[in-house]
């Protein structure tokens, strides 16, 4: 590995930890965000002379942080944001949490701070996404199924709005945590996604992305513990996370459900996701989006064999999430559990219904889900042209390789 590769790699796991940390001292997300491009721009001028430190991640932070320290000492008002947060130059140690419903996670507080009411729903997704998931602006818009320009402008525009209103850096109490909670949730639900069938790149999979979201969603149980969905949220990470080490083969290569070694699913990420669950639904007799996920994800857990997943519940809890979060991949995702229900004929008309739906244009899973289930109905030469279109349309390579490796099955 070369050192500018090495920058980049270290660059995109630590990115959100640095961003993070230089926002406790510059109290600006786009500033700091600012000054860890510049810690990563000094890696790539002095790593490739130097080498590789030990601890690179830990270079980079006390750069951004050095160079975060240098630019507050630059500011007339100085001494007074000395005063006032209460650090020395030389050391900046972490906050400790005024009470016991305080939390000391700079992630966390980054989070809050991004899915502040100042902004857009739409705004805080798309900022958190870039300053925590470190995505790019491509990847968000494929995430959110949005236009490329569009969320570049959001996170722009978010980036100046929290500056102006002088938003702080803090996980807030009360009525105003309630009020950002259900962004709180959806955020750490996408990055743990990018995390777990990553938008773009060389990997099908991201570990750190969903380790964070993981640390993340449990922590904020721990914080809101009365909060079902919070809980429901938890199961459905932990569940899907039990998936991670049969999910690739040996070389790295997606392994679809149907095909992985269910030994190798983790039996405590299981035990934890129903625990979680079984909190949500004590809670509330009427299951939100997150615990209908996480008993859609239960399901699959509860199968010692694929060919004993009870694809019918499945079904049915995936139109009782249509029914309060209607969306187009819902609808897909249902499609695909009618299919197995029901037979693929079923599963092709929800699906062909979807064809028009403007925001699937470009999403690759419509053109595969389609072209699986013209597979299954013996319509070979149409599921190979879906199966290429699918591929054409993926951002991440592996994925793009097995694509094209099924469409070469229905020659």
């Known amino acids: ?56 991640g830990a270079w980079l932070m006390a750069t951004a942080k050095h160079r975060a320290i240098d630019l507050v000492r630059r500011k007339e008002t100085y001494a007074r944001k000395l005063a006032e947060v209460g650090r020395t130059l030389e050391d900046v140690p972490p906050l400790e949490p005024s009470d016991a ?63 102006k209103a002088g938003v702080p850096y803090e996980v807030p109490y009360g009525a105003d945590r309630a009020a950002r909670l259900d962004s709180v949730l959806e955020v750490i639900y996408l990055i743990f996604n990018e995390g777990y069938s990553a938008t773009a790149g060389d990997d099908w999979l991201r570990p750190a992305l969903c380790e964070d979201a993981l640390r993340l969603g449990r922590v904020l149980a721990g914080l809101m513990p009365k909060e079902p969905e919070v809980h429901g949220l938890v199961a459905l990470l932990e569940l899907q996370a039990s998936r991670t080490a049969a999910r690739t083969g040996p070389d790295g290569e997606p392994v679809l459900l149907a095909d992985q070694n269910r030994t190798r699913w983790n039996q405590m990420l299981i035990r934890r996701g129903f625990a979680a669950l079984g909190r949500a639904n004590a809670l509330r007799d009427v299951s939100g989006p997150y615990t209908l996920q996480a008993a859609i994800a239960a399901c699959h857990a509860q199968a010692v064999r ?14 009782r999430l249509a029914a309060i979060a209607p969306s187009p991949v819902v609808e897909l995702n249902r499609a695909v559990a009618v299919s197995m229900a029901s037979g693929p004929a079923d599963g092709l008309a929800l699906v062909d219904a979807l064809g028009d739906e403007p925001t699937l244009k470009h999403y690759h899973l419509l053109p595969s889900v389609r072209g699986d289930l013209l597979a299954r109905l013996g319509r070979t030469a149409e599921a190979r042209s879906e199966f290429e279109r699918a591929a054409a349309l993926t951002r991440n390579e592996r994925e793009r390789k097995l694509l094209r490796t099924r469409a070469e099955q229905c020659g």
């Open 306 to 319: 694929y060919e004993e997943t009870d694809w019918s519940t499945i079904a049915t809890l995936y139109g």
């Open 101 to 163: 419903d305080d939390i000391d996670d700079d992630l966390l507080r980054l989070i809050f701070t991004a899915c502040h009411p100042v902004l857009s729903a739409e705004a805080r997704i798309a900022l958190t996404l870039r300053l925590l998931g470190g995505l790019t602006t491509e990847e968000i818009a494929r995430a959110c199924l949005a236009a490329e320009p569009t969320v570049a402008q959001r996170i722009v525009r978010a980036k100046r709005s929290l500056a």
């Open 1 to 56: 590995m070369t050192a500018a590769s090495a920058v980049e790699a270290v660059f995109r796991i630590e990115s959100a930890r640095i961003i993070a940390g230089v926002t406790r001292i510059v109290r600006d997300v786009g500033i700091a965000e600012e000054l860890a491009q510049d810690a990563l721009v000094a890696a790539l001028e002095q790593w490739p002379e130097s080498g590789v430190p030990d601890k690179p």
